[in-house]
C-alpha cells in the first residue's frame, strides 16, 4: 500500500478567513486528498493525499482556479515584509486620491457655498474615485470576481459589492445629472466608495506589519546561520559558502563568529552563546570533545571542530522546522471559529439582502435603502475572527521560542493551558541524574575489594547512570576493573554477566528476589539506606549476595519550587520512577509529592500515563526526552529536557532545551496567557459582529436615529482586525 505524502505550500492572495476556509474546502473535494490545513495568517497549507489517486498539479490547479497562487513552501522567498510593503504601497495610493475626494465631499456638506455645480463636482469624484477602486483596491475586485464565478464568497465579496453599490448608484445620479434629470438634487457617495477601500486598505497595511512581528521567531532563527565559514583544507584556511560545508570537514571559529553548523570541539575551550537556541542568557563554556552548534555565537577564544550535521540535519534546522510546523497547527478552539466563518459571507449577504428589502418596502426614498445594506456588508468582514487564533499561536510560540521552549502548535498550548496533572519521571527530570556513591556495606569486612572489582567491573559495560557512578568510585579507589563477558541488561532490575569467569549480578532487590538470592543480614541496613532517599545496588556473586552500594541522585535545586508552584496552580503532581518504594518516597517527602509510583519499569510508564488520562485528566508528562518517550507520546502533552540535538528529534509536544525545570512553569505560563488570548479575541469578534451588524442593518434608526454609515462601519472593521492582532502582540512582551 502506498504511504499518503504531505505537500507544504505557501498561499498568496488570501485576504481572510474565508479565503483559508474556501480554499480547505475546495482541496477537500478532490478525491485522494486525505486532510487539508490552511492557515490564514501563516499564508501556508499543508495538505495530506495519496498519490496514487491524484498528483500535485491537480492541487496547484484547484488552488489556482479558486482563485488564489500557492508554491511549494520549500522554494517560496521567506520574507514576511513583502506583504507589508505591497499592502503600504496600495494604501498610500489610495489615499492620493481619497484624499481629494473627501476635501471636495466634506467640504461642499460643511460650507455649501463651496460646493460645486454637481455635474462638475460628479465628474470629477468619478475620475478620483475610478483609480481608488480599480487600481489601489484591484485585487479586491479581481479576487471577488474569481469567488463569484465558482459561485463562493469572501471577505473582498462583501467589500466588493458594498463599494460597488456605492459607486453604481453615484454613478447613476452623475449620469442623470448630465441628462438634466434632478440635477440639483444629485448626492453621491463616491466619498463612500473611496474611504470604504481606503479604510481597508490601511488595515490591511497595518495587520500585515503586525502579523509580521508576530512570525518573527522564525525570521530571527533563519538570519542566524552564517553565509560562509572558514575550513580547513589541505591544511590551509580558506572561506567557503555554507552549502559547500560536508561532514567530516574542520571548521575555524574566530572569536565574535558565528558557528556554521554541528560540530565537536578538536581544539580549543570557547565559551560560546547559545542563547537564541536555548534562551540561556549564559555563555557555556565548552571544551574538547563537547558540541557546539549551528547558528550559536563564539565569544573571544577561537576553536576548531569538526563536523557533524549540515542543513536539514543541524540542531537549528531542526528548531525552524519545529517552529514553523508549531505555527501552522491549528488549536482544537479554532475550529469552530473556522466553522463559522466558512459559512459567515453567505449568511451576511442574506442579511444585506433582507436589510435593503426591508427598507426598500418601508421607505425607498430614504438614504438608509443604500447605506444599510452597504454598511451592513462591510461591517461584518469576518477578518478578526480568522485572526483571533492564529496570531495568538504565533505570538505564544514566537515568545516561547526565544525561551528556548519549543512548543509544536496551538492545540498542545490549547492542552496545556487546561492540564490538571503533571507527570514527572524521577531520574534526571526531578533529580540530576548523576548519581555517586556515598556509602557502601559488605557481607564480611574483607570482601570490600571483591564487591568492587566484581561489581565495578560489571556495571563498566553499562552507561545507566547508577553505574556510571559506581564505576567512578571504584576508579576514585584505583580499582583494577576487567571487562565484563556475556552482559545482559534488565531494564528496571540490573544486569548480570560474567567477570573473571565467574557469575556476577548487581541490580535492585527485586533483581536478586528474580535470580532466588537471599539478602540476609543486608536487608535492615539496605532498608534504613533507602528510606533516606538513597539508591542501593545489591551485588551477587556466584548466586551469593557479597554487599551494597548507596548512591545519591541529588534533587535539582529548582524542583522543589517547581513542585510548588504546579501545586499552587491546582494541578495535581505525581512522581514515576523505577527505584524501590522506600528511596521513591524519601525523594517524593523531600519535594512535596503527596503521590507517587514506584518499581516502575520503562515499559509501564506508558500504561500509567494512559490510566490517568482515562480517569478523564489532561495530563502532562515531564521526562529526559529519551528513555521515556513512550510516555511522553501517551500523555495529552509530552514535555522534553535536555539539550542536544536528540532532543528536537524526539516526539514530545514541548521540548525544554534548558535543562531546567523552571522552563515548565514557563512553558505552561505562556500557553494559560495564550490561551487566554485567543479566548479574549473570539469573544471581541464574536461580540463585535453580534452587536454592529444589527446596528449597521438600521434596527435603532427609527428608535434612537442611530445607524452606522459604510465609511464608518469600513473603519470599525479594521479596527477589529487590529485589536484582535495587537491583543495577541501582546504575548510577546508579556
Not at 576508579?475 to 573473571?500: A, H, I, M, W, Y
Amino acid at each position: 500500500m502506498i504511504e499518503s505524502k504531505e505537500l507544504n505550500l505557501k498561499i498568496s492572495g488570501m485576504h481572510c478567513a474565508s479565503c483559508a476556509a474556501n480554499i480547505e474546502r475546495g482541496l477537500s473535494e478532490i478525491d485522494g486528498v486525505n486532510q487539508v490545513a490552511v492557515n490564514y495568517a501563516l499564508g501556508t497549507a499543508r495538505v495530506e493525499y495519496r498519490p496514487e489517486k491524484v498528483e500535485e498539479k491537480a492541487i496547484f490547479g484547484t488552488i489556482s482556479e479558486l482563485g488564489y497562487g500557492a508554491v511549494p513552501a520549500a522554494v517560496a522567498e521567506v520574507d514576511f515584509e513583502q506583504e507589508a510593503r505591497a499592502a503600504k504601497r496600495n494604501f498610500v495610493s489610495s489615499v492620493l486620491f481619497a484624499a481629494p475626494i473627501m476635501i471636495l465631499s466634506m467640504g461642499g456638506m460643511l460650507l455649501p457655498q463651496l460646493r460645486l455645480e454637481a455635474r462638475l463636482e460628479g465628474g470629477i469624484l468619478l475620475l478620483l474615485t475610478i483609480p481608488v477602486l480599480f487600481y489601489s483596491g484591484r485585487e479586491i475586485f479581481i479576487d471577488a470576481w474569481k469567488q463569484t464565478r465558482h459561485f463562493r464568497a469572501n471577505m473582498n465579496s462583501l467589500i466588493a459589492l458594498g463599494s460597488l453599490a456605492a459607486f453604481l448608484y453615484s454613478s447613476f445620479v452623475f449620469l442623470q445629472a448630465l441628462l438634466g434629470e434632478h440635477a440639483h438634487e444629485a448626492h453621491y457617495y463616491f466619498e463612500t466608495a473611496a474611504a470604504i477601500v481606503s479604510l481597508i486598505l490601511l488595515g490591511r497595511f497595518l495587520e500585515s506589519r503586525a502579523k509580521g512581528k508576530a512570525r518573527d521567531a522564525i525570521g530571527a532563527l533563519i538570519k542566524l546561520q552564517p553565509e560562509t565559514a572558514l575550513a580547513v583544507i589541505d591544511g590551509q584556511e580558506k572561506v567557503i559558502s555554507q552549502t559547500a560545508i560536508k561532514p567530516g570537514m574542520v571548521l575555524v571559529v574566530k572569536a565574535g563568529e558565528k558557528v556554521a553548523a554541528d560540530g565537536k570541539i578538536i581544539e580549543g575551550n570557547p565559551s560560546i552563546d547559545e542563547s537564541m537556541l536555548t534562551g540561556e542568557s549564559v555563555p557555556v563554556d565548552k571544551k574538547v570533545g563537547d558540541m557546539v552548534y549551528g547558528g550559536s555565537v563564539n565569544g573571544n577564544r577561537g576553536f576548531r571542530f569538526e563536523v557533524i550535521g549540515t542543513g536539514e540535519e543541524t540542531f537549528l534546522a531542526q528548531i525552524i522546522r519545529l517552529v514553523s510546523e508549531a505555527q501552522g497547527r491549528k488549536a482544537p478552539v479554532q475550529k469552530l471559529a473556522d466553522r463559522i466563518a466558512g459559512i459567515f459571507v453567505p449568511i451576511v449577504l442574506v442579511i444585506a439582502v433582507v436589510t435593503f428589502a426591508a427598507w426598500f418596502f418601508l421607505d425607498r426614498n430614504n438614504p438608509m435603502t443604500l447605506k444599510a445594506p452597504v454598511a451592513v456588508l462591510i461591517i461584518a468582514c469576518p477578518c478578526a475572527l480568522g485572526l483571533a487564533t492564529p496570531t495568538a499561536i504565533l505570538a505564544g510560540t514566537g515568545k516561547a521560542a526565544r525561551r528556548g521552549i519549543y512548543i509544536r502548535g496551538g492545540d498542545i498550548l490549547e492542552n496545556a493551558a487546561k492540564s490538571k496533572q503533571v507527570i514527572f519521571d524521577k531520574t534526571g527530570t526531578l533529580t540530576a541524574g548523576r548519581f555517586e556513591v556515598v556509602d557502601f556495606r559488605t557481607v564480611n569486612p574483607d570482601e570490600e575489594d571483591l564487591l568492587f572489582e566484581m561489581g565495578a567491573s560489571l556495571e563498566s559495560g553499562s552507561n545507566h547512570p547508577l553505574a556510571l557512578g559506581i564505576v567512578e568510585k571504584a576508579r576514585s579507589q584505583n580499582t583494577d576493573l576487567t571487562t565484563p563477558k556475556n552482559l545482559e541488561e534488565f531494564p528496571g532490575f540490573g544486569l548480570k554477566g560474567e567477570v573473571q569467569g565467574r557469575r556476577v549480578l548487581a541490580g535492585n532487590a527485586a533483581a536478586l528476589q528474580r535470580e532466588d538470592i537471599p539478602l540476609g543480614e543486608l536487608e535492615a541496613p539496605a532498608e534504613e539506606a533507602m528510606s533516606r532517599g538513597l539508591t542501593v545496588v545489591f551485588v551477587a556473586v556466584e548466586g551469593q549476595v557479597v554487599g551494597f552500594f548507596s548512591l545519591r541522585d541529588k534533587v535539582k535545586e529548582e524542583a522543589s519550587e517547581v513542585v510548588h508552584k504546579l501545586k499552587e496552580s491546582g494541578r495535581e503532581v505525581i512522581m514515576l520512577t523505577g527505584d524501590n518504594h522506600r528511596t521513591a518516597q524519601g525523594v517524593a517527602a523531600q519535594l512535596g509529592i503527596n503521590r507517587f509510583e514506584a518499581g516502575i519499569k520503562p515499559d509501564q510508564k506508558a500504561v500509567i500515563v494512559e490510566a490517568f488520562r482515562r480517569a478523564g485528566n489532561n495530563v502532562v508528562m515531564v521526562g529526559d526526552g529519551i528513555n521515556d518517550a513512550p510516555a511522553l507520546a501517551a500523555a495529552d502533552i509530552g514535555v522534553a529536557l535536555g539539550s542536544g540535538t536528540d532532543v528536537a528529534m524526539e516526539s514530545a509536544d514541548i521540548i525544554l532545551v534548558k535543562n531546567n525545570l523552571e522552563s515548565l512553569l514557563e512553558a505552561l505560563e505562556i500557553s494559560g496567557n495564550t490561551f487566554r488570548t485567543i479566548k479574549q479575541n473570539l469573544f471581541w469578534a464574536f461580540f463585535y459582529n453580534v452587536i454592529s451588524i444589527p446596528i449597521a442593518a438600521g434596527v435603532l434608526y427609527p428608535i434612537l436615529g442611530l445607524t452606522l454609515s459604510p465609511v464608518i462601519a469600513a473603519g470599525a472593521m479594521a479596527f477589529s482586525s487590529l485589536f484582535v492582532v495587537t491583543n495577541s502582540l501582546r504575548l510577546l512582551k508579556a
